[in-house]
């Protein structure tokens, strides 16, 4: 929008900075740099792409007779907004621009796969309608695969640090997972792993202890539990003395990191040497707890390396072992040797992880403080066998009263989203705590196998302009990736998944992109091809074309013209040469147009008039070579050409006459003429229809000198009379 | 950018076994995020600077942070994430070479920026854009032994060279004053060189014949066009008579001057009765691969080209031999704009992926046994 510059201060736009409390916060300025000296006439502003802002800035255009040729007339400058005030979601947080870009570009092969299986998918039904139908009921194992990708690009929390381990390391030392990857993880894990659907307890509880530091930056986690008595062990002397010891323990116990209580208990003093003998039943207590927990029956097909527990892959072998461990921990509970014990804090202690093994509500609460590890708790010790969403929802919602949390974290949002069976929540709990990026991934882990979202996802609703909510997120998403000039590229593979509205945008973006740079018209070009945009590509290509011929870089311009198929525009550069060649036909612009001409190509007929310009270019070089060498041969090559030339019906009438008179000092300067006499008739003949055409209104004048015709007519007149004397 | 083809070509079943293995990398093949985007990428030959680590040169754009966004980076092969030095540069790098008496930058704002051996960014010189050298993107740069040649999309072919006292002193070859625009150089010989651009194919260069186009190609391009645009050339340096130019549409070939009006196609679409294409779109870079043996060895000492490796924007970098099938090393799924082989360890390349990240591919015997 053009501005009108006013009087005050030099500022384009009246703007005033009121001190008045109404206005909340002064809007946010920005200098910028133009070099345009004072009088601005035009401001113009328009997006480019992202979020540059293009603004242009133009002094009258009659001023300068003041200035002199050196003052720039405008000028236009970028101006890159919204940096580092990204939106508020917690991911942007905790991963940097350029780490979240690599997720961006790792998730784009597994997005379009994903894709195009289930056009491939959609095909094939479409086709036959009941052979599809198995195809179609192994579509959640595809998304698994997508799913597992898109998981490892965001980390793994698995990876093996190669470092010898302290054996007085509780915590694992290893890379910090983020919250993107915890949150992914639960999708995958209630959405879409149907194989492991049985197991979800014990998948909630590992998930747990990899994500358990995420929970909560200020209140205590069982992780910040044992991670503050890890600080303060290298200075225990007595670690079974120190009541975090124990607390520790029964915190790690209750959300099931039996390997963590198990090389915790070996940490208990009775374990040295030198206190072997004094302390054998105490010792023998503490490794009957340690024997018992890393036993304990998990409902699981395995267990990874390093854990411990033994795993039960069907209902009736886990209840029988379950009874027979159950009975165990009772027989120790109950046991005489607690007598003998002389520790107290060890007895309390370990009793207190029984009574947790044994499933005490007390105890479980007393030791866990977040909801979610009060919730995997009462997974391993109190209701093994939790099924469906309903009772886990039930069981959810206790526990939230019995351990309120101050803040919802994203995270445990998301839970009680998928608990209560709410695809909305989840969708909105995503988009609110964790980005465009993982709703748009996200949303097929959704579908994966869910009618309910499903039908939500991908219903047009006229509320979103006729678009469904999955293209809504991909339609911003995409946005979000046009905006950094570096993703730009990786839109239109999302913008191409939208079926109302995304070919639409594509185009426009590609029309967006700066044509300045031939690499990366070039870039822009690929991906119209890939799309098959043809309309797009010319239009580009007629851009950048436009671009360089304005910037002096002629070849630049007519190639992309050619590329373009742009007759319209090759025919005006070749009418403008027959302008220039129609006013002059000295040897200096010569040079000039016959470049452009080399440049035109020997692609005669794609343009109007270029073959009357390739033959005269041909004349013109014969012509100086029989002025330059005298040689016969050359002279009389310059006349078939001339002879070609003034036969061709196309060319045009107003060049007969400088051609002709080009030629005047070739005919005249031979002492033998170079005509025939019938060549001579055809030549007189045209000069005799050119006087007539004189007389016409429309004629143009060819600024050649008045004497022109004349000395034309004379010179051919005395070749005619030499070659009729020659003419046996 | 090969996803859309992807997504279009999976309707036939068979494809989707190549996205599977575009996945998972061999162990040959390491990638190294940079989080930054890798315009160009060379082997630094082995300097007195760093005898005991293998330097990469690479030319990096990051738009995040503001004036400093370009430069060059060099990085140590055992860590490229973590730049040994750095060169900053004015505008967006186009073009990154290097030799034993320097490495070279010049940039899309016409100027030359030279390292010496050393590496120390202090004792870099330049010879600045504008109207006295380039104005605008300068592809073309190679080294001939005793001067620079740079040639730009402004039609303007340069000889730089030192002017004795440590300066450099740019003498301008010729001025197209835009009737040409140039995109790669190349030397043959201390004496001539070849230039390719956009719609004029090929040019060869003789300094003895006062500094004049003593030939001319115009290529030959697939998918029916008559002309394309010329994106890197190479000339080995033992049969200095023979280009092998890389442009538009996939098109590879190679000019023989002692046939100048046949060049030979090597790949492109739409040639009936040569090869299959190796690619459709643009070949970015062409390089003869030394490490490649020619099949056919009996007759090598014939004209048959020697093997060429490419690398394109639809994300493959491949070994390409006259009447062969092409050897495909790579197919990601991002372009690969730029690639360079070790010259002293010819079985390790590098490539700058499109995705922020450059590659290096180790070849051992077992990938040739492979084909």
């Not at chain 1, 927990?293 to 886990?318: A, E, H, I, Y």
């Not at chain 1, 030791?367 to 391993?380: M, N, R």
């Not at chain 1, 671009?547 to 090759?570: I, S």
């Not at chain 2, 004036?67 to 060099?74: D, F, M, R």
Request: with cysteine; proline share 6%.
């Amino acid at each position: 929008m053009p501005g009108m510059p006013t009087d005050g201060g030099g500022a384009i736009v009246p703007f005033r900075r009121e001190p008045g409390q109404g206005t909340p916060s002064p809007p946010p300025m920005r200098p910028i740099r133009h070099g345009v000296a004072p009088p601005i006439f035009r401001v113009y502003i328009s997006w480019s792409s992202g979020n540059l802002l293009q603004v242009a800035c133009l002094r009258p255009p009659n001023s300068e007779v003041c200035g002199g040729a050196e003052e720039v007339a405008g000028s236009v400058v970028e101006v890159n907004l919204g940096c580092g005030s990204s939106g508020g979601a917690e991911v942007e947080e905790e991963i940097d621009e350029a780490e979240m870009r690599r997720i961006e570009y790792g998730s784009v092969p597994a997005f379009a796969l994903l894709q195009s299986r289930k056009n491939a998918l959609a095909d094939a039904a479409a086709m036959s309608r009941m052979s599809s139908v198995p195809d179609y009921a192994e579509w959640w194992q595809y998304v698994l695969e997508y799913s597992k990708t898109i998981g490892n690009l965001l980390g793994n929390p698995d990876s093996p640090a190669f470092m010898i381990e302290d054996p007085k390391t509780i915590l694992k030392v290893r890379e910090k997972p983020t919250s993107l990857r915890a949150a992914w993880e639960l999708l995958e894990i209630f959405y879409v792993d149907k194989q492991l659907q049985s197991w979800l307890p014990e998948r909630l509880v590992d998930w747990l202890a990899d994500f358990d530091c995420l929970l909560s930056a200020k209140e205590s986690t069982v992780y910040s539990k044992l991670s503050n008595f890890q600080k303060k062990l290298i200075n225990l002397q007595i670690v079974e003395d120190d009541p975090d010891y124990w607390n520790g323990l029964s915190a790690a116990l209750s959300v099931g990191w039996l390997d963590i209580v198990v090389n915790m208990l070996r940490f208990h003093g009775s374990y040295q040497l030198d206190q072997m003998d004094n302390r054998e039943t105490e010792n023998g207590l503490v490794e009957a707890v340690a024997v018992l927990v890393s036993t304990m029956p998990r409902l699981r097909p395995n267990l990874p390396t390093g854990k411990l527990g033994q795993c039960c892959k069907t209902r009736p072998d886990f209840v029988k072992a379950w009874e027979k461990w159950r009975g165990q921990v009772t027989k120790l509970e109950c046991s005489a040797f607690w007598i003998q014990c002389g520790h107290k804090k060890t007895c309390d202690g370990l009793k207190n992880l029984l009574h947790i093994m044994m499933g005490n509500i007390k105890e479980l609460t007393a030791s866990t403080s977040h909801w979610l590890e009060l919730f995997a708790s009462h997974f391993l010790y109190i209701r093994p066998f939790t099924v469906g969403f309903e009772g886990m929802h039930h069981l959810a919602q206790k526990c939230i009263q019995l351990k309120p949390s101050s803040g919802t974290n994203g995270l445990t949002g998301l839970v009680i989203g998928v608990l209560s069976e709410n695809p909305e929540v989840v969708l909105a709990e995503c988009t609110q705590n964790f980005g465009p990026w993982l709703v748009t991934h996200a949303m097929e882990l959704l579908t994966a196998d869910n009618d309910y979202a499903d039908t939500m996802l991908h219903e047009e609703r006229p509320n979103l302009g006729g678009i469904s909510i999955e293209e809504l997120h991909r339609i911003v998403y995409a946005q979000v990736l046009c905006s950094h000039s570096l993703t730009w590229q990786i839109a239109p593979t999302y913008l191409s998944s939208c079926l109302n509205q995304g070919l639409g945008l594509l185009e426009i973006l590609l029309l967006k992109q700066p044509i300045q740079d031939n690499r990366l018209v070039l870039k822009t070009l690929e991906i119209c091809r890939l799309y098959e945009l043809e309309n797009v590509s010319a239009n580009i290509m007629k851009i950048a074309g436009i671009y360089h011929w304005k910037h002096g870089r002629k070849g630049a311009g007519v190639y992309w013209f050619q590329q373009a198929h742009d007759k319209v525009r090759l025919d005006r550069i070749a009418q403008q040469l027959f302008e220039r060649i129609g006013k002059s036909v000295t040897d200096d612009s010569f040079k000039q147009w016959e470049g452009l001409l080399e440049l035109l190509g020997p692609d005669i007929g794609s343009a109007g008039g270029l073959e009357f310009l390739h033959r005269y270019r041909d004349f013109k070089r014969s012509l100086q070579q029989a002025l330059d060498g005298r040689s016969g041969e050359a002279a009389r090559q310059t006349v078939d050409f001339l002879i070609q030339l003034m036969r061709n019906p196309s060319t045009p009438q107003r060049f007969w006459l400088p051609l002709l008179h080009d030629s005047v000092g070739l005919l005249n300067c031979k002492p033998s003429p170079l005509m025939n006499v019938a060549e001579t008739t055809l030549l007189l003949n045209k000069l005799q229809e050119l006087s007539l055409a004189k007389l016409r209104p429309d004629f143009s004048n060819n600024h050649l000198p008045s004497h022109a015709l004349s000395s034309v007519r004379l010179a051919l007149a005395s070749n005619l009379a030499r070659a009729i004397l020659e003419d046996p | 950018m090969v996803l859309a083809s992807i997504s279009l070509r999976a309707q036939t079943p068979g494809t989707l076994n190549l996205q599977t293995s575009v996945m998972a990398d061999s162990p040959s093949f390491r990638r190294h995020p940079l989080a930054a985007s890798v315009d160009l990428v060379r082997w630094l030959s082995s300097s007195a600077a760093s005898p005991s680590e293998r330097l990469l040169a690479a030319a990096i754009y990051d738009p995040s942070s503001g004036p400093a966004a370009s430069s060059i980076h060099l990085l140590p092969l055992s860590d490229p994430t973590s730049p040994y030095a750095s060169l900053p540069l004015p505008s967006r790098a186009t073009a990154l070479r290097c030799s034993p008496a320097a490495l070279a930058a010049a940039t899309s704002s016409g100027s030359l920026h030279l390292l010496p051996p050393s590496l120390d960014s202090d004792a870099a010189v330049a010879v600045p854009g504008g109207a006295g050298f380039h104005v605008g993107p300068v592809r073309g740069l190679d080294f001939g032994g005793e001067e620079w040649v740079t040639a730009g999309e402004d039609g303007r072919v340069h000889a730089v060279g030192g002017g004795g006292d440590g300066r450099l002193v740019a003498r301008r070859v010729w001025d197209g004053k835009g009737m040409v625009g140039y995109e790669a150089a190349r030397w043959a010989s201390p004496a001539e060189f070849a230039t390719g651009g956009a719609g004029c194919g090929v040019q060869w260069w003789d300094r003895r014949k006062g500094d004049a186009v003593v030939a001319q190609c115009n290529g030959i391009w697939g998918r029916g066009i008559v002309t394309g645009m010329v994106h890197s050339i190479d000339i080995n340096p033992s049969r200095k008579h023979i280009c092998v130019v890389g442009g538009s549409s996939g098109t590879i070939f190679a000019w023989d001057l002692r046939w100048p009006q046949q060049p030979i196609p090597l790949s492109g679409v739409g040639f009936n009765g040569t090869t299959e294409p190796v690619c459709e779109s643009e070949v970015w870079e062409v390089l003869f691969d030394t490490y490649t043996q020619s099949s056919d060895i009996i007759s090598s000492a014939s004209s048959k080209i020697l093997p060429v490796m490419m690398c394109s924007e639809d994300g493959i970098l491949a070994v390409v031999e006259q009447d062969e099938r092409p050897l495909e090393l790579l197919a990601e799924a991002c372009a690969i704009n730029s690639f360079d082989i070790d010259p002293q360890n010819p079985s390790d390349v590098v490539c700058a992926l499109e995705w922020e990240s450059i590659g290096v591919l180790t070849r051992g015997r077992d990938t040739m046994a492979e084909e």
